[in-house]
Each structure stands twice: as C-alpha cells, then as structure tokens.
C-alpha cells in the first residue's frame, strides 16, 4: 500500500509592528529650604502637591507614583 502525502501550505513573509510606549519613568526632585525645618517640610510638601497635579492632569494616576526618599537636614 503507497501513502498519501498530506497537503500542506508554505508561508514566508515578514511583519513589522510599531506601537508607543505604556511605561514612562519619570524622576522629580521637590527641595526647600527654611532656617525652619518644619516651614521647609511644609514647603516641600506643597510642591509635592503641585507636581502630583500636574502629574493628574496628564491623566497619571496616583496609584503610579511613588516616593523613593525623603531627606531632612537641619
């Protein structure tokens, strides 16, 4: 008894495939300076505050930002 060869099919080809990034890191430094530590965290806070807004209006959520450090000097 002789096989029956099976029927097959042959690609070749390529593909290319651009997409735009869903990740973005991005590093921020808030610094404040007072001969008061307290007015110079409650500066720094502030412009913590302002950056996290930015960071909002451009649609990035506060679940996505995290704080690395903090430093205080007297």
Same mark, same amino acid.
Do not use: C, F, M, W
């Given at each position: 008894?002789?096989?029956?060869?099976?029927?097959? /099919?042959?690609?070749?080809?390529? %593909?290319?495939?651009?997409?735009?990034? +869903?990740?973005? #890191? &991005? +590093?921020? $430094? &808030? #610094?404040? !300076? +007072?001969?008061q530590h &307290?007015? @110079?965290?409650?500066k720094a +806070?502030?412009?913590?505050?302002?950056? !996290?807004? &930015? @960071?909002?209006?451009? =649609? /990035? %959520?506060?679940?996505? /930002? !995290? $704080? =690395?450090?903090?430093?205080? =000097?007297?």
């Amino acid at each position: 008894a002789q096989e029956r060869a099976l029927p097959t /099919i042959q690609v070749t080809g390529e %593909h290319v495939l651009q997409v735009s990034p +869903d990740i973005a #890191y &991005v +590093d921020i $430094t &808030v #610094y404040a !300076k +007072d001969a008061q530590h &307290v007015e @110079a965290k409650r500066k720094a +806070d502030e412009l913590l505050r302002a950056a !996290k807004r &930015v @960071a909002e209006s451009l =649609n /990035i %959520h506060e679940k996505n /930002i !995290k $704080t =690395n450090y903090v430093n205080v =000097n007297r």
